[in-house]
């Protein structure tokens, strides 16, 4: 399965915030979106990725800065990418190769959805019960 048809089925919406806002709106934001992690836009393009554990980081050192910090400041600057024709068998690898729970997914320049790390657990058990299921109705002679 490719990362396009599950970004076909979850829908490529992504929320974005810009760097000169603070953590604690990017939080907000996290928490009333039921997200993991926001991306980091500035003028259109994408400069960063603000995660849950990059709030945690924040908040543990000093729990009185996520009101002034901002996000340009906290953010992950290094993005790891996906492209929409990369297979899920792959984009669990990178993910897991950089311990990343958030993979933001580009065409070119444009960033067109966010694969998460239970969107690649879904699509991987839909395709194995999908084969399983093959497999069950060849043993038992359903197969046509």
């Known amino acids: 399965m490719r990362i396009r048809e599950v970004l076909d089925r979850k829908g490529g919406s992504v929320v974005t915030i810009e760097p000169d806002r603070t953590v ?24 960063g990725i603000l995660t849950e554990r990059d709030v945690l980081r924040l908040g543990a050192e000093a729990p009185e800065a996520l009101s002034t910090t901002l996000v340009g400041e906290a953010m992950t600057r290094e993005l790891v990418v996906g492209v929409a024709e990369d297979l899920v068998e792959y984009a669990a690898g990178v993910m897991t190769s950089n311990r990343i729970r958030h993979l933001p997914i580009v065409d070119g320049e444009r960033l067109t959805g966010v694969l998460s790390i239970g969107d690649v657990v879904n699509a991987l058990k839909q395709e194995k019960e999908v084969e399983n299921r093959y497999l069950r109705d060849y043993i038992q002679g359903a197969v046509r």
């Open 24 to 47: 604690h709106d990017a939080m907000r934001i996290l928490v009333e979106n039921n997200i993991g992690s926001v991306i980091v836009t500035h003028d259109g393009s994408t400069v």
